[in-house]
């Protein structure tokens, strides 16, 4: 079998393995969104943060729950790693630097998990199991009761109540997240990812050299990481290390994670309004845009002309051996469609083109299938946006699953689609302006300027993947990335909740013949198109200085 | 340059469709126009005029920020020639939209001329000026008299010229009391004398607010203009993130990007197509109402019109011909249909009403009974229709012949101590539950007075309504059929219409009821109406069309008036919105798409010297740097004046289902928005590069 083969079969069976397990968990969804029960440990939790899981919240209220919730994990994340250096547990790690430190905070609150520190030689036990892996799950509920309120903003009719932040966001971890991270853990172990307390050993090398290895809390980090669409690897090689991703088979595992809340909630979103082929309409253009990404990735890296790769079968710098290139750019291109940021490879080692696919992946927004929640409601918005200008053409004031998209709708849509290009562009555009952060760039020319391009692309829309190569711990790389990754996860999430509650208050329009009917193929190809071209038109000029520069040179 | 635009005939074909006020040169745009409207376009570039198009805004500051660059290097052609080129951008559109009002301005003007100073003569006996006038005043007309205002009349009959607002020169006459008593300023007193009791004031008469209107002075954006607006705004804001962060990239690579460059290509980014054209094509639907002599007070209630999901149909006039027409003779057992019809013929010549007259020309059709004149038959007694005998009938040569009403014509039979026929009740009975109405016909000569049969009027369904109801159901559209029959009879003809539903014994109330129900379950619902009692449900309605006939409460209360006073129009009307929006949307997505073909021929001219890979993009195999970046914005501007066209007439509609409809417009505005600037820059670039210097 070749490598191509293999590659394309692993593909397949990922589909193969999405297609079976996305039903049970998409219909178990709904019923944790929409059960009045709650578990025993659930009241435990609302009585110890004194909320009220049983009121029902209007946007504004939804939305404080979200930011407040938000801000204090930011703050305690962050004196958590000031502390480090006092707290008992820490591998004898010093306290972190204050703007690493914020750096940190909101990148792993913001779901991004961008790390511009070594992991293992900067975090002990305690930070990154109390601080770095609670917010692993708690920002990934977020996200996802964020969707469910958007989602229930679509399916409710004249009200302007969006459920209970704090129900959704404690069930989405008791419910969802636990249950599945305790199962994967477990799988991850039985393939040989590591799972202990012990400390750092000293490892002598082939060459002479001693090196230093610490074990941890890998595993249970590790499964959360991919299915929470963290991140955040234990080590600073993520899932390129052995340690976290030893075979093929873990990580082609590791890749199913990534995508199984996504692609399960596009189920529950349509059981949810009430029509499931309006979920596999979206699901069937995130899946369109996945697949075309994964060929175009594993082309461009098998195709690579010159000797090296062509010796080598393809273009493996950067790549692990175990992997190859087919799981190589599985992962790649999954970890960048959602809001990842795992790797398993170095993507600056991608061929020229190849890096650009990274890039696009990110700049797509991360809706394909996107992050936990954050990917559905992406993919939504763009769905109002698509929905606006070809419902034009069939001649009704448009509407999405009969709620009217009007002057409030769009506003608060294109203001979504608005941030994070401004984020990226105004940032890169800074920091190449400004005279001291392109000493960060490792490689002259185009390729530099990808690292930089790549390093805001990826923390404006909460990647948190590395270009590799570019020094993102400085003061103004830590500063401008952390605001970029809270303001790019923040700002829209305002959106997000307004327009579900504009949403809800609406009576939604019975569909007749003279509807355009958003769960039809065509729909879901104008979808695609409409994303592609909208983010292609916003990104070309930046996308031709660099990755394509090189790839064309 | 060779943009395929579709040319279409108006889509407004249907048969039923009344030719009475077809417009004149509609969708035809002549230079005469263009030129007439320069002036105005010119008067348009002033920034506060601008500033209303988020789009235009940007060019205009744009071509003022080139133009000042370029004076600082006179020598540059290049620079001078891209403002020239930005400029005239600018200019199109102000011209799209000066030439989009300039068809109203006639109209207006008409319009005016009607709304001389008029002198009104109170009914206490003083004269006032007509401004001075103030509602509830009384007012006497006479003839020859001009009616200085809006109002009903009181008191009097008179017959009025309206030709200066609905073009018809045909007087109509004007009454006191019922559905006939509005009056509108403007208008000639023909004969007879009436009294008007002035309802609106001085400035806000009908004919003010008409020429507001078709001038466009009264225009507000209507809610799906302001939303397309934000979203070209957002994406004009992303292209301007696009392009003034771009300097710093191109420095890093090495290359130097001027300020008209930019402004250049972030020209051709922004959406100026749809931009620049959005206004004209809300205009010109409006003025397409208005070319069908219906006048929208809001172009709210246009959009609204196509969103309709119901419509609300009066039977008569709009689904049946204005009267029920007789169909057939039925004998009764031991007659012959002959002599139903000789009977039924000498019985109805007295009968002047149109069911009477109906009964005489299907004798003669059916049953080529030559018609009789009064005179032909000596001594006979005419026994004419009225309203309380409910018969008509001749007494001639020994023999009475009645023909009316069931129980009128039965009762007259029994008092003359005659047989009614044991199948005459069961004849009438299946008559009625087919729709139809049954009118007896009776003798009574040496044999003692009789039934002969009977006569079946039906409605008579317009032709063509049928196939009309089936477009509107695969559009999506529920037609209701509101009369006054009862079930049985209206069931019947609805089924003939091919209606979706009927309302049948309809009274004010239970049209109001409809129209909420329909409006809870989510619904637009359009419909039309005259009388006062319409009043409430016309305000009720999402699309409200008041016949110009109607009162002025109705008039009120509907957010459009039909001139023509023509039912049938609602479905016109509901056209014409819908065509609003999807040429709307077809002109967004082509600007759009547009943009891949610009980013093709400018990326490569910016950036090839510094990245020779980027060459590669220049798929067009554009001249040089200079003729594709002026390529392209030059292709950017004349793409406006070749839609302007289109933007007047409207996206060609024809009814169909959605998915059909998307699938054609997708086609034709989306992928050949990609395709057709590839061709256009590269045939601009064919042109230009003939010019020394420049290829």
């Known amino acids: 079998m070749g490598p191509v083969t293999a590659g394309v079969l692993q593909a397949l069976a990922l589909i193969g393995a999405l297609a079976l397990a996305h039903i049970p968990l998409g219909n178990h969804m709904v019923r944790v969104y929409t059960s009045p029960r709650h578990l025993r440990i659930e009241k435990w939790i609302y009585r110890g943060i004194g909320a009220d899981p049983d009121t029902e919240m209007r946007w504004p209220a939804y939305l404080r729950g979200v930011l407040a919730f938000s801000f204090a994990g930011v703050l305690f994340l962050y004196l958590l790693q000031r502390l480090q250096g006092v707290l008992p547990g820490s591998l004898g790690f010093d306290s972190v630097a204050p703007a690493q430190a914020f750096?940190?905070?909101?990148?792993?609150?913001?779901?991004?998990?961008?790390?511009?520190?070594?992991?293992?030689?900067?975090?002990g036990h305690v930070v990154q199991t109390a601080g770095l892996a609670v917010q692993n799950f708690v920002s990934a509920a977020v996200g996802m009761a964020?969707?469910?309120?958007?989602?229930?903003?679509?399916?409710?009719?004249?009200?302007?109540?969006?459920?209970?932040?704090?129900?959704?966001?404690v069930r989405g971890v008791t419910r969802v997240l636990v249950p599945l991270a305790v199962v994967g853990?477990?799988?991850?172990?039985?393939?040989?990812?590591?799972?202990?307390?012990?400390?750092?050993?000293?490892?002598?090398?082939?060459?002479?050299?001693?090196?230093?290895?610490?074990?941890?809390?890998?595993?249970?980090?590790?499964?959360?990481?991919?299915?929470?669409?963290?991140?955040?690897?234990?080590?600073?090689?993520?899932?390129?290390?052995?340690?976290e991703n030893p075979t093929p088979f873990s990580n082609l595992f590791e890749i199913f994670l990534i995508l199984l809340i996504p692609v399960a909630l596009t189920r529950t979103f349509g059981l949810m309004v009430g029509s499931v082929r309006q979920g596999y309409a979206v699901l069937a253009t995130m899946a369109a845009l996945w697949i075309g990404f994964v060929a175009l990735m594993m082309w461009t890296e098998f195709a690579h002309p010159g000797p090296a790769p062509q010796a080598a079968g393809g273009a493996m710098e950067g790549k692990e051996l175990r992997f190859g290139i087919g799981g190589s750019s599985l992962f790649a291109v999954t970890t960048t469609l959602t809001s990842t940021g795992a790797v398993n490879s170095f993507h600056s080692s991608y061929t020229g083109f190849g890096g650009g696919i990274t890039m696009l992946g990110m700049m797509l927004g991360e809706i394909a299938p996107g992050g936990v929640g954050s990917g559905l409601y992406g993919m939504l918005i763009m769905a109002v946006v698509a929905v606006f200008i070809a419902g034009l053409m069939v001649g009704r004031t448009p509407e999405y699953l009969g709620k009217k998209i009007g002057p409030r709708e769009i506003k608060l849509a294109a203001l979504y689609i608005l941030i994070t290009p401004a984020l990226v562009l105004v940032f890169t555009s800074l920091s190449m302006a400004l005279p001291t952060p392109p000493d960060s760039m490792l490689n002259p020319g185009a390729h530099?300027?990808?690292?930089?391009?790549?390093?805001?692309?990826?923390?404006?829309?909460?990647?948190?993947?590395?270009?590799?190569?570019?020094?993102?711990?400085?003061?103004?790389?830590?500063?401008?990335?952390?605001?970029?990754?809270?303001?790019?996860?923040?700002?829209?999430?305002?959106?997000v909740l307004a327009l579900a509650g504009s949403l809800a208050a609406q009576q939604p329009v019975p569909a007749t013949a003279g509807t355009l009917r958003t769960e039809k193929p065509m729909f879901s190809g104008l979808l695609a198109g409409a994303v592609l071209i909208i983010v292609g038109l916003t990104y070309f000029p930046a996308l031709a200085l660099g990755p394509l520069a090189e790839g064309l040179a | 340059m060779t943009i395929r635009v579709q040319e279409h005939e108006d889509a407004m074909s249907a048969p039923t469709t009344p030719t009475a006020s077809t417009p004149s040169g509609a969708g035809v745009l002549k230079p005469a126009q263009l030129l007439a409207s320069l002036p105005e376009a010119f008067r348009k570039l002033d920034p506060r005029v601008m500033v209303t198009s988020p789009v235009m805004f940007v060019v205009w500051i744009g071509s003022v920020l080139t133009t000042v660059f370029s004076f600082k290097d006179p020598g540059d052609w290049f620079g001078w020639t891209i403002s020239a080129w930005l400029w005239l951008t600018v200019l199109f559109a102000n011209l799209a939209e000066a030439v989009a009002e300039g068809r109203g301005k006639a109209q207006a003007d008409t319009l005016r001329k009607a709304k001389t100073d008029t002198v009104a003569r109170r009914v206490d006996g003083g004269t006032v000026p007509g401004t001075a006038l103030r509602v509830g005043d009384l007012v006497v007309c006479e003839a020859g008299d001009v009616i200085p205002g809006d109002g009903d009349v009181v008191e009097g009959v008179a017959s009025v010229d309206e030709s200066a607002i609905t073009g018809e020169s045909a007087p109509v006459i004007r009454e006191s009391g019922g559905d006939r008593s509005a009056v509108t300023g403007g208008t000639k007193v023909l004969s007879d004398r009436i009294v008007v009791r002035i309802t609106t004031e001085p400035g806000k008469t009908f004919i003010?607010?008409?020429?507001?209107?078709?001038?466009?002075?009264?225009?507000?954006?209507?809610?799906?203009?302001?939303?397309?607006?934000?979203?070209l705004a957002s994406l004009t804001v992303v292209f301007l993130l696009a392009c003034a962060t771009l300097p710093s990239f191109a420095d890093y690579a090495g290359a130097r990007l001027t300020l008209v460059v930019l402004v250049a290509l972030l020209v051709c980014l922004i959406p100026t197509t749809i931009g620049a054209l959005l206004s004209a094509i809300g205009i010109a639907g409006m003025d397409r109402l208005v070319q069908r002599n219906v006048l929208a007070m809001s172009g709210r209630a246009v959009e609204a019109a196509g969103d309709v999901s119901t419509l609300l149909l009066d039977k008569t006039g709009t689904i049946t011909l204005g009267n029920r027409q007789a169909a057939a003779f039925v004998p009764v057992r031991g007659t012959t249909e002959a002599e139903v019809a000789d009977a039924a013929q000498l019985s109805s010549l007295a009968d002047e009403t149109p069911e009477g007259r109906s009964v005489v020309v299907l004798a003669k059709e059916r049953y080529g009974l030559r018609e009789r004149h009064r005179g032909e038959l000596v001594g006979a007694e005419w026994i004419s229709f009225t309203a309380q005998t409910r018969m008509s009938g001749v007494d001639v040569d020994g023999r009475r012949i009645r023909k009316g009403a069931a129980g009128s014509v039965t009762a007259w039979v029994r008092e003359r101590g005659g047989e009614v026929a044991e199948d005459t009740e069961r004849l009438a009975d299946g008559i009625a539950e087919a729709g139809g109405t049954p009118l007896l016909v009776a003798v009574e000569d040496a044999d003692g007075a009789r039934i002969l049969g009977v006569v079946h009027l039906k409605d008579v369904v317009k032709h063509g309504m049928r196939e009309r109801f089936e477009e509107l159901r695969r559009m999506g559209i529920k037609t209701v059929m509101i009369t006054g029959d009862n079930p049985l009879t209206a069931k019947a003809i609805a089924d003939e219409a091919g209606v979706d539903d009927f309302l049948a014994e309809a009274t004010p109330e239970d049209k109001m009821a409809l129209i909420k129900r329909e409006q809870a379950g989510g619904k637009l619902v359009a419909m039309t109406g005259d009388g006062t009692n319409d009043a409430p449900a016309l305000a009720q309605a999402d699309v409200g069309v008041a016949m110009n006939t109607g009162t002025s409460a109705a008039k009120e209360a509907g957010n459009m008036v039909d001139l023509d006073s023509n039912p049938t129009k609602l479905i016109e009307i509901v056209e014409i919105g819908k065509q609003l929006l999807i040429t709307r949307g077809a002109l967004t997505t082509f600007s759009i798409a547009n943009d891949v073909a610009k980013y093709f021929a400018i990326i490569p001219a910016l950036f090839a010297a510094v990245h020779p890979g980027l060459d590669k993009l220049n798929i067009m195999r554009l001249s040089s740097p200079d003729s594709a970046i002026l390529s392209a914005v030059i292709f950017n501007a004349l793409i406006i004046m070749v839609l302007v066209p289109l933007a007047l007439r409207g996206v060609r509609y024809?009814?169909?289902?959605?998915?059909?409809?998307?699938?054609?417009?997708?086609?034709?505005?989306?992928?050949?928005?990609?395709?057709?600037?590839?061709?256009?820059?590269?045939?601009?670039?064919?042109?230009?590069?003939?010019?020394?210097?420049?290829g």
């Open chain 1, 146 to 169: 964020v969707a469910v309120a958007l989602v229930r903003g679509f399916a409710r009719a004249r009200t302007g109540e969006l459920g209970n932040f704090w129900s959704d966001l």
């Open chain 1, 448 to 495: 530099g300027f990808s690292e930089i391009l790549y390093a805001f692309t990826s923390a404006a829309n909460n990647n948190g993947s590395a270009f590799a190569g570019l020094n993102a711990d400085t003061d103004w790389f830590n500063t401008t990335t952390g605001l970029a990754m809270l303001l790019g996860r923040f700002l829209p999430m305002v959106l």
């Open chain 2, 208 to 231: 003010d607010r008409m020429i507001s209107l078709v001038e466009g002075a009264a225009r507000q954006k209507t809610p799906n203009e302001i939303a397309l607006n934000i979203l």
């Open chain 1, 103 to 123: 750096n940190t905070a909101a990148s792993f609150v913001a779901n991004t998990n961008w790390q511009s520190y070594y992991g293992e030689q900067t975090m």
């Open chain 2, 654 to 694: 024809r009814p169909m289902s959605a998915d059909r409809m998307l699938r054609r417009n997708l086609a034709v505005y989306g992928l050949g928005g990609l395709v057709a600037p590839f061709v256009g820059i590269k045939l601009i670039d064919l042109l230009l590069s003939l010019i020394p210097g420049i």
């Open chain 1, 185 to 243: 853990a477990l799988i991850l172990v039985a393939c040989g990812v590591v799972q202990n307390f012990s400390g750092i050993h000293e490892v002598g090398q082939f060459t002479g050299g001693v090196q230093q290895w610490n074990g941890g809390a890998v595993a249970s980090q590790e499964v959360i990481k991919e299915l929470g669409t963290n991140g955040g690897g234990y080590f600073n090689a993520n899932s390129a290390h052995p340690f």
